[in-house]
């Protein structure tokens, strides 16, 4: 939902492109200090969602996307639902 923020935000960081070896072990960092950006209300969505996603698996709409994408994007949604 915010892969682009927390993405440009990671290349700021790091000072490199995208899926350098440098960005990739500073995206978990990206993705926390842009989740400290987030309103209370969105957290608690997200949170609701990530809790639902957990019981009830992926909507199929995502998995289709994750299953048959041409890039990452799937994995960055599933990964950016694990804030805590």
Not at 14 to 32: F, M, Q, W
Not at 60 to 83: C, E, I, N, P, W
Request: charged share 25%; hydrophobic share 35%; aromatic share 10%.
């Amino acid at each position: 939902m915010h892969h682009e923020e927390v993405h440009n935000l990671a290349v700021q960081l790091v000072e490199d492109k995208g899926g350098s070896s440098l960005y990739i072990g500073n995206y978990k960092r990206a993705r926390a200090e842009f989740s400290e950006t987030l309103t209370e209300s969105q957290r608690k969505r997200y949170m609701a969602m990530a809790k639902e996603w957990t019981e009830k698996g992926l909507p199929v709409d995502m998995k289709q996307q994750y299953v048959h994408g041409s890039d990452s994007s799937g994995l960055y949604l599933a990964d950016f639902f694990t804030l805590a």
